[in-house]
């Protein structure tokens, strides 16, 4: 077994929270390398993008907000963001030199005797004075439980898993699920499947561009909730789901009828207590996601709730423990913040005197 290796900061996750907090990181002072290390369970860089189906394309996700220092220019918004961003993320990684290290599995993180955390990883451990967790979420994907839910004949499959529309060609296709995937997947699938969409609470609609005091609201919202040690609601119920040119036509031509969440799964479809019923072949579950944040249960932060409460990105039981792409900050945009407060409060807590970079 190898020695452990010390830093000041070890950093875990290389999507975007990750890489925007290093490269902040190092314009704090901390030095790449003998300073900070970021850890990557990913075999290359991109974050969860590397993993997104196929079929989506710059212009149909999310706008892919820049990493601070490094335009995003790519060459057309018809390219799969499976590949587009990860290439971004790569040229970034070069660009600035970040010490990441990949593929390398951190299993737990715990406090030693002389006041450092031991990250425990597939790789050896190191020993950091502080952390920055930047694991995200898509490696724990979330699938809500129904019953009768086992005795289900067809095939459920969570986002995660999905990969086009072709698979489902002909077949009946229940879409659970009220955020932005949801409705991109129906848009897919509609033109060749069957398709009924059901949510726990009506869509919310927004028209128009979405703009900063929306924005405001939304992350004041999940910070409130955060910082009490509650689970956050979804910020697609405060923002809306956006009305695009092609989401227009498709609530002109009904694919986007919603109906209440089912109350139990049948052998073969769902069913209502009211006596409805809708045969399915699939079940396609766009219920989102949980933090990946089960290495940091050695630490005991965790509330009844499962969260970790943080004011801004530290950890409100401990404070050299930041969070980014957590909580309020779990978005491209807030990930960029993030990272730079992140780097600003670890340079306050455990590096008052390094040289800062220009």
Do not use: C, K
Not at 150 to 160: D, K, P, S, Y
Not at 283 to 292: D, H, K, M, S
Not at 320 to 333: D, H
């Amino acid at each position: 077994m190898s020695e452990p290796r010390d830093v000041d900061v070890v950093v875990i996750g290389a999507g975007q929270a990750g890489l925007s907090a290093a490269h902040h990181l190092a314009r704090q002072g901390f030095a790449p390398g003998s300073g900070f290390v970021v850890l990557d369970g990913d075999a290359a860089p991109g974050g969860a993008w590397q993993h997104r189906w196929p079929s989506l394309t710059l212009a149909t996700t999310h706008r892919v907000h820049e990493l601070p220092g490094l335009a995003f220019e790519p060459a057309s918004e018809d390219l799969p963001a499976a590949e587009a961003v990860p290439a971004y993320f790569a040229e970034y990684e070069r660009r600035f030199a970040l010490p990441v290290e990949r593929p390398v599995r951190v299993s737990a993180v715990r406090r030693t005797d002389d006041g450092r955390f031991a990250v425990e990883t597939d790789r050896g451990t190191w020993r950091a004075r502080g952390l920055v967790n930047a694991t995200g979420t898509w490696t724990r994907p979330f699938v809500p439980h129904y019953p009768g839910q086992e005795t289900f004949r067809g095939r459920q499959l969570h986002t995660v898993g999905y990969r086009g529309a072709a698979e489902f060609a002909g077949r009946s296709v229940v879409v659970v699920g009220g955020g932005a995937s949801a409705v991109q997947l129906l848009g897919e699938i509609a033109p060749v499947a069957r398709t009924t969409w059901v949510t726990r609470r009506p869509p919310v609609w927004r028209e128009g561009p979405f703009g900063e005091e929306q924005g405001r609201e939304a992350v004041a919202r999940v910070e409130a909730a955060v910082r009490a040690g509650r689970m956050p609601g979804s910020v697609v119920g405060v923002t809306g789901l956006v009305v695009t040119p092609w989401v227009r036509r498709a609530l002109d031509d009904g694919v986007l009828t919603r109906l209440p969440v089912f109350d139990r799964i049948t052998p073969d479809g769902v069913a209502w207590d009211d006596g409805r019923t809708v045969a399915a072949d699939v079940i396609l579950w766009a219920t989102g996601f949980r933090a990946a944040v089960g290495h940091l249960a050695p630490l005991r932060l965790r509330t009844r709730d499962g969260v970790i409460p943080v004011e801004g990105t530290t950890a409100v039981d401990e404070p050299r423990l930041q969070l980014v792409g957590y909580g309020p900050s779990a978005s491209t945009i807030g990930a960029n913040r993030a990272g730079r407060s992140a780097a600003v409060a670890l340079r306050r807590l455990l590096a008052a005197d390094l040289p800062r970079s220009a």
